[in-house]
């Protein structure tokens, strides 16, 4: 006669034994398929990440465009893809048209290039605290060579020169590749943002709960905080820099225009327009013009630093120093994308970190209250 199984002694359900084995080659095979897809993946990357920081910075202007447009998706979508052209392709073509108009101009003046006469430097120059004699010196030594010295002293970089445009040369068909890829994949992020952004969601929740969620949202801000930041800073600093430039009557001022465009977003800034412009105006003897634009270009030059961080800081929830460390150390590692990556990569970054942080506090309060509950009561 069999004799009941005392309670709690039950069998539980059998165990599988654990076939390390089988788990290695599971995550062998994963890794492989990962680092197969991201290969094939590669020559996209830099359009898709391209596209996506574009839609997600745009996004509430697409919303608004399809609440205009009947909430018909297709019409917004087309709408914003033409305003992304006419606002990527419209800028370099007025920069071509003008090169084109001032070629015979050009042409000219280097026709003349070997009659020219370098100016003694200014008298006033010399009195300049620190630095003043020595500029002086400099100038006077590069008159006195003249402009054949000049080209001789500047002969050894010509081939590093020539070496750097040809190979920029040939990257401009790669260029142009990207630049199409990335409006073909905006257009269809435009279309389909809902679901992607819910499948981000998803994946994001799966990983790290409602944390990982949250990243997501942290990260979409970080991104429009940055284009907001940089994109009309560099639109205001732009605006004044022309306005600069073509009331002191600067020769090219439109194509200068646009090239203090390209150093803002580049976050360089205007200085490396505005600041030689100064001196060729002191060069040509206008003193006063020269001299009120350069008043003005420190003034453009030092915009930056109050009107970026404003922005920045009005449309994350988050740190400004992280926002800023991002944009900088993105800028030096990733080069102009990094500008909107290197943000994105912080604000997640510092999400999962508090948030581990804050787990643990609740881990360890939790441990403690068993050991407070069970110290004898001693009153």
């Known amino acids: 006669m069999d004799m009941p199984s005392p309670p709690g002694s039950e069998p ?5 034994p654990h076939d390390t084995t089988r ?9 492989i398929l990962l680092g197969g897809s991201f290969w094939i993946l590669r020559p996209f990357l830099p359009a898709l990440v391209w596209a996506t ?3 997600v910075a745009t996004w ?28 990527v392709i419209a800028p370099v073509i007025a920069a071509i048209v003008n090169l084109v108009d001032y070629v015979p101009e050009v042409t000219d003046h280097l026709k003349d290039i070997g009659t020219l006469e370098i100016p003694a ?9 620190l630095v003043g004699e020595k500029l002086a010196a400099e100038w006077q030594g590069v008159r006195d060579r003249g402009l054949e010295g000049l080209a001789t002293q500047l002969a050894p970089y010509a081939k590093s020169i020539g070496s750097w445009l040809l190979s920029e040369a040939g990257g401009l068909g790669m260029l142009v590749i990207n630049l199409l890829l990335t409006i073909l994949l905006t257009a269809m992020l435009y279309a389909y943002g809902e679901t992607a952004a819910r ?10 709960g409602d944390r990982g969620a949250l990243s997501v949202d942290l990260a979409g801000q970080a991104i429009r905080a940055v284009a907001m930041g940089i994109i009309v800073t560099a639109l205001v600093q732009t605006a004044l820099g022309g306005v600069g430039l073509y009331l002191a009557k600067l020769p090219y001022a439109s194509v ?13 800034g205007p200085s490396v327009v505005l600041f030689p412009a100064v001196g060729w105006l002191y060069w040509k003897g206008s003193t006063l013009a020269a001299t009120v634009l350069l008043a003005f270009s420190i003034a453009v030059a030092l915009l930056d630093n109050v009107l970026r961080p404003v922005l920045i800081r009005r449309g994350a929830d988050l740190p400004l120093l992280l926002i800023m460390a991002g944009v900088i150390g993105g800028l030096f590692a990733f080069g102009v994308l990094g500008l909107f990556v290197g943000p994105v990569v912080l604000a997640v970054t510092y999400t999962l970190l508090d948030a581990w942080i804050e787990a643990g506090k609740l881990a360890d309060g939790h441990a403690a209250k068993p050991a407070s509950a069970a110290k004898p009561d001693l009153g």
């Not at 297709?74 to 033409?82: C, S």
């Not at 499948?199 to 790290?208: D, K, M, N």
């Not at 200068?256 to 360089?268: E, G, K, N, R």
């Open 121 to 129: 430097p200014p008298a006033w120059l010399a009195g300049v605290p």
């Open 60 to 87: 509430p202007l697409m919303k608004q465009a399809e609440r205009l447009l009947w909430r018909r998706r297709g019409l917004a979508v087309a709408v914003m893809t033409i305003a992304f052209l006419v606002l």
């Open 256 to 268: 200068l225009t646009a090239f203090i465009f390209l150093m803002c977003v580049a976050q360089i």
């Open 53 to 55: 920081m574009i839609v």
């Open 23 to 31: 788990v290695v080659l599971m995550v062998l095979v994963i890794a």
């Open 199 to 208: 499948g981000v969601l998803r994946f994001a929740r799966r990983l790290g």
């Open 12 to 16: 539980g359900p059998a165990r599988v």
